[in-house]
């Protein structure tokens, strides 16, 4: 499985990529270390819109009825410079916690994505 989120995420195959988080959740509760879905160093990240990240990671989450607690979610400039994410996901949770997959969802489109 491990080898398909690479290869999905690589070249950008997001059906297969979709399935795979998709797998994953439901069989582990867990998704991959967005480390093995960075893409190389040398490799450019499509840039996506703070609204459009925000809306991708919101999309996510209204699949798991679970994570229902989280009322939104805002997308900043990390700071950071390639191969690191240049932007982080903060969740507005109510009264408990931000579950640990969807931090990881956040941090695995940080790998795919930059923030335009």
Known sequence: ?????VYAAHLEDHEVFEKCIDWALKHTRFLPDPKLL???????????????????????????PDWGHVLSVSVEP?????PHPNWRAAFADGERSTPGAAIQFAEILGAKYDLA
């Open 1 to 5: 499985m491990v080898a398909d989120f």
């Open 38 to 64: 960075a893409a190389p160093e040398n490799a450019m990240r499509e840039a996506k819109s703070a609204d459009k990240l925000e809306a991708m990671i919101m999309q996510e989450l209204r699949k798991h």
């Open 78 to 82: 990390s700071g950071q410079q390639a």
